[in-house]
């Protein structure tokens, strides 16, 4: 391999090329936490800065999850797959956790990641410290290839650019997900013998139609119905309208189970909270949209002749190893173009249903008022603040264009949602430590927004919150944090309590391995990374509390916490 020139003629090397490419293919952010493999990749930013190439913005995070997750957070806003790269084995074996959520949520990503050097001489790179052989792999994608869609190692500098826009068709390609890329420090930093050309990306394509039969027959059953039942996970903004439109007109009611998006506006009248419960055992019709885990079968049922129908752009989740939900019929489709063709499918049949449908909205409505007293009591002031009560005031103090992330203890039936894309959740796989760093990717890409955290005590410290506070700091992005904070793993002891509740564990109140007291003050950490932060314990202060965080972060654009004691 060519020795590279360090002198005054410098030839083009194949990491510039690959950060070309990247912002050639719409990558705005390069998140990165690097090490001895990343000397090409230094060089190449330091030549697009004196060229003024455009390359993605080089973005320092100390922890390689948090940066997985910021990378999500930016491609929520963007559209347009971000990067990651991370140092050889050791920083890709940090991504996973992440990776996980993302993977399963069907995020688009390009990590990348260095490999180490793989001549031990003769080289320009060649391994110069003694971990170049203590990190090399016999398969370093083997780590994580159950959960990426394609991997592929840099043997040709000439090929990279070619790679990326492969890494970036397959990443696209519905279902989305990530994509690892493993370049080794020779051929990275190794001269092209080309000049950088421009990439022009290559088309994707657009998002499923569903079959006309297929839509057909679930329009007959929707008319045939008598208690139909939507039950949606997550769903792209502009679903929003439609699936809004279709159950206000059939009256079908809605349950958003263990959403990640807006998917109905809370105020609607046929949305119905988050878990499908009574809704479930009563349907005769049920239509899972987008949703992994319509209801948990351990638990709950449809009757025995309800019909259920899967949506969604790969609605047999084949990349699960087992899913045993009972299917009538599988619509495979974009969600918006599914929506939109059942729309109109239902319009031309709903005439022989009008007075089915008006019935049904009469005990809906009925139904709607009740549980609407219900959740005003629920989330009324009490002797300590309830999660019931901080999720309302968190709505009402935030107003509808703040954009909440939420891991996990935001209770969503209480905290008002009226608008798409203003809140997201934690992904289906559930691996914690996303939420903070997902905040943080969004207040990059949408600067002007107010970007809220919301978090369990035991998700912030997953999420290395030292970390999380320092990028924010350093990079100027002053997001909200709001720690739930009731000093225990609440859903591990829940979750010992309904197997042992009985048991010795019982006994224990479900303790053991759950308890995180004493609870540090997380508002002095926060503080000593210069964010503005309070302890909050009394009902009353919090309003005020919530309302003084948020102007910090919206005026002195400075990064808040709120250390919220709330006991459940
Ligand atoms: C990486 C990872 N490790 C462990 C878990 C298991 N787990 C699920 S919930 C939970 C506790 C979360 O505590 P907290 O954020 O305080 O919320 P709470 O349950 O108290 O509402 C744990 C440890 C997980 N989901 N992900």
Not at 80 to 105: E, F, K, Y
Not at 207 to 219: F, N, Q, R, S, V
Not at 264 to 279: N, R, V, Y
Request: hydrophobic share 45%; net charge neutral; charged share 20%.
């Amino acid at each position: 391999m060519a020795v590279t020139p360090s002198g005054r003629e410098r030839q083009p090397i194949a990491a510039e090329a690959f950060l070309r490419a990247l912002a050639d293919h719409g990558t705005e952010y390069f998140f990165a936490n690097p090490g001895t493999d990343f000397p090409p990749i230094v060089e190449a930013f330091s030549r697009a800065k004196k060229t003024n190439a455009k390359v993605p913005r080089p973005v320092l995070v100390p922890h390689e999850n948090l940066a997985v997750s910021m990378a999500h957070g930016a491609y929520l806003m963007t559209g347009h797959p971000q990067a990651v790269m991370v140092h050889v084995n050791v920083g890709t074996a940090n991504t996973i956790n992440n990776l996980t959520n993302l993977s399963r949520d069907r995020v688009p990503l390009i990590l990348a990641a260095g490999r180490t050097p793989v001549t031990e001489k003769g080289s320009f790179g060649s391994r110069s410290r003694p971990i170049h052989w203590a990190q090399e792999m016999f398969d370093q994608a083997g780590m994580l290839r159950e959960l990426v869609k394609w991997d592929y190692e840099l043997r040709q500098p000439n090929q990279i650019g070619d790679m990326v826009a492969r890494g970036m068709e397959v990443a696209m390609a519905h279902p989305r997900g990530p994509i690892y890329m493993v370049l080794p420090r020779e051929p990275l930093s190794a001269p092209l013998a080309e000049p950088i050309a421009p990439m022009k990306p290559r088309a994707q394509a657009a998002e499923t139609h569903p079959d006309p039969k297929a839509i057909a027959t679930l329009a007959e059953w929707i008319v045939a119905a008598e208690r139909p039942l939507i039950i949606a996970a997550t769903l792209p903004a502009g679903a929003v309208d439609v699936l809004a439109h279709l159950a206000e007109r059939c009256a079908i009611p809605v349950v958003t189970h263990n959403p990640r998006t807006v998917c109905m506006p809370s105020s609607h009248p046929m949305q119905f909270g988050f878990e499908p419960g009574a809704l479930l055992a009563d349907a005769d019709l049920v239509i899972a949209l987008e949703s992994d885990v319509p209801w948990i079968p351990h638990l709950q049922h449809p009757t025995a002749g309800c019909r259920v129908v899967h949506i969604g752009e790969e609605p047999f989740y084949v990349r699960y190893p087992m899913r045993s939900f009972p299917s009538d019929l599988a619509i495979q489709a974009g969600p918006l173009n599914a929506l939109d063709a059942l729309t109109k499918a239902v319009e031309t049949r709903l005439q022989m249903a009008e007075a089915r449908i008006a019935a049904r909205r009469t005990r809906l409505t009925e139904r709607m008022r009740t549980r609407r007293a219900q959740l005003a009591k629920d989330s009324a002031s009490g002797a300590t603040i309830s999660p019931e009560y901080l999720s309302r005031v968190i709505g009402e103090t935030l107003g509808e264009d703040a954009i909440i992330v939420n891991e996990y203890p935001l209770r969503a039936d209480h905290c008002a949602r009226e608008k798409p894309g203003t809140l997201f959740a934690l992904g289906p796989a559930g691996g914690l430590g996303w939420g903070f760093g997902a905040a943080l990717g969004i207040k990059l890409a949408a600067p002007d927004a107010l970007v809220v955290a919301t978090l369990g005590d035991g998700a912030y410290m997953f999420a290395n919150p030292l970390v999380g506070h320092w990028v924010a700091a350093h990079h100027n992005l002053p997001i909200l944090t709001i720690v739930f904070n009731n000093s225990r793993y609440g859903a591990v002891r829940r979750a010992t309590l309904s197997m042992f509740k009985d048991g010795a564990a019982g006994e224990d109140d479900g303790a053991t391995l759950a308890d995180l007291g004493p609870s540090p003050a997380y508002e002095a950490m926060a503080q000593a990374q210069g964010a503005y932060a309070e302890r909050v314990e009394k009902p009353a202060d919090l309003p005020n509390a919530l309302a003084r965080a948020r102007d910090v972060v919206v005026n002195e654009r400075r990064q808040a916490l709120l250390n919220v004691i709330t006991p459940y």
